[in-house]
């Protein structure tokens, strides 16, 4: 038997909001991560939003949270947290320069289009803007050796050095129906608060509490 705690405001990590935007397909708890990243203020935790947002009764939802938390993709606040606010187009680059350890981070829309950037001139992040379009198009004529045959999951490309660190990396990112492409130079920094702030801009702008 589980029991809740619901004196806490719930916030994703750095890893849960990397597993909110993981995959197109919506399960239970992607789908609780993308509320919260979807609201403008984190959400007081009780059984009645839980249920409601992941579909599950009772035990099975509150078991739900608790492997969630085990799995280190959700904490409890005791002060409620608020999106962040501004502009979309001027917030992303204070965050994204903080995703690699050189500070040089594109992120592209589906379309080839970077919607912005930090460290790279501008030519250069519409170059890789466009590259990033053609990487999305080769990994889905190759998703059946990808996933079903390697069993890779995940999605992500890199140019390595030949100490196999990457020089550069692609990593998809899905939300609200969109599909971005987050292009690090250097040394990924995921595991960071700006990361979480990133996925929660972006949750404001295609989540599912705006449609």
């Excluded at 992040?125 to 999305?136: M, T």
């Excluded at 490309?157 to 660190?165: D, F, H, K, S």
């Amino acid at each position: 038997m589980y029991r809740l705690t619901e004196s806490h405001y719930i916030y994703p990590t750095p890893g849960g909001a990397y597993y909110a935007t993981l995959s197109p397909k919506i399960e239970p708890a992607r789908m609780i991560l993308q509320r919260i990243l979807g609201g403008t203020e984190t959400p007081l935790l009780n059984l009645e939003l839980l249920q409601s947002w992941s579909g599950l009764e009772g035990e099975e939802a509150l078991e739900l949270i608790h492997r969630m938390q085990a799995r280190g993709f959700v904490q409890g606040l005791e002060q409620p947290q608020r999106a962040p606010a501004g502009r979309m187009e001027e917030l992303l680059p204070s965050f994204l320069r903080e995703l690699s350890d050189d500070g040089k981070v594109v992120l592209a829309e589906s379309q080839g289009l970077y919607v912005g950037s930090s460290g790279y001139p501008h030519e250069t992040a519409v170059e890789l803007s466009a590259l990033s379009s053609e990487l999305v198009d080769l990994q889905e004529r190759h998703a059946g050796l990808v996933d079903s045959n390697l069993g890779l999951a995940g999605g992500a490309w890199a140019l390595v050095n030949a100490a196999g660190n990457s020089e550069i990396g692609f990593w998809p990112l899905f939300y609200g129906g969109e599909r971005f492409t987050l292009i690090a130079g250097g040394m990924p920094q995921f595991n960071c608060n700006a990361f979480t702030s990133l996925v929660w801009v972006l949750g404001q702008r295609y989540g599912r509490n705006n449609e």
